[in-house]
């Protein structure tokens, strides 16, 4: 597999047409990306599937985040061992059978066993390993109570919403604009449903990432000169449910996942 050195190994293996496809200004914002870890090679769609098998689809280096992110989950997967996963099951709204915990995470069947280690047929990335673990060791299964707030209004929100506004409301809103079909997909591929009568927005939908940690998407349309707006909300139970920075990477992940099928489909 190539190594990148520079930001200009990257940017040798695009065709320069700044299409704006992957969502960067230019060619080089993209390769830039791709070095620093933030992108993935594979998500510029004119790349042959030549240069990407020979790449590896990868960026030059892991984000700090991702570094941190990979750290944290081999010390949850080391605690999961130490856990009753009959007593979590209850507590979470899971199942246990044959030795192994099985919750439904955006829909889909995700099972752990007592080394900590995944089975499902989503793709286990770390932004969506580090907040099931986390929800398993530490949720404390609070019944919901359908009162929906903004991240900022639970425990410990003050000190991540601007940033979860950055790096997961700003990234899904522009998604949306661009990509009639978000919220279609979203109920389809991740078990959701749409609601109305939420905060007046044109469209909303519920996702259910976690058994006990709904997440209500709420999305304005741009009319009469004011611009569109996304917002996600949380049950304000969210944070006996999951620690705060637990949320913000779940937000994050799902973030990723829909910015990825834009690309590829929209």
Same mark, same amino acid.
Request: charged share 25%; proline share 4%.
């Given at each position: ?96 059978? /044959? !030795?192994?915990?099985? &919750? ?7 099972? %752990? ?5 995944? $089975? @499902? *047929? ?35 929100? /003050? !000190?991540?919403?601007? &940033? ?7 990234? %899904? ?5 661009? $990509? @009639? *079909? ?49 917002? %996600? ?34």
């Amino acid at each position: 597999m190539d190594t990148f050195h520079t930001t200009m190994d990257v940017f040798k293996l695009l065709e320069k047409s700044n299409c704006r496809k992957c969502n960067e200004a230019t060619c080089l914002a993209f390769a830039a990306a791709v070095f620093k870890g933030s992108r993935s090679l594979d998500e510029c769609p004119q790349l042959d599937a030549e240069t990407l098998a020979r790449c590896g689809g990868a960026g030059g280096k892991e984000t700090p985040l991702e570094q941190e992110a990979e750290t944290a989950l081999a010390e949850l997967q080391a605690a999961v061992s130490r856990l009753d996963l009959v007593a979590a099951a209850d507590r979470l709204g899971g199942t246990y059978a /044959r !030795d192994r915990l099985t &919750l439904k995470v955006f829909g889909k069947d995700v099972s %752990l066993d007592r080394q900590g280690c995944f $089975y @499902t *047929d989503l793709h286990v990335h770390v932004w969506l390993a580090v907040p099931v673990l986390r929800y398993v060791l530490e949720g404390r299964g609070r019944p919901l109570t359908g009162n929906w707030v903004p991240l900022r209004e639970l425990d410990g929100g /003050r !000190d991540w919403y601007r &940033l979860f506004g950055q790096r997961c409301e700003k990234p %899904l809103k522009k998604v949306a604009d661009s $990509y @009639t *079909d978000l919220f279609e997909d979203m109920v389809h591929l991740f078990g959701g449903r749409q609601v109305g009568g939420h905060f007046n927005a044109d469209i909303s939908v519920v996702l259910r990432p976690l058994p006990k940690v709904p997440l209500l998407v709420c999305y304005w349309k741009p009319e009469d000169g004011l611009a569109s707006d996304l917002q %996600l909300f949380f049950d304000d139970t969210a944070d006996a449910n999951l620690n705060i920075e637990a949320l913000f990477t779940m937000g994050a992940g799902l973030t990723l996942m829909f910015e990825k099928i834009a690309l590829r489909h929209g």
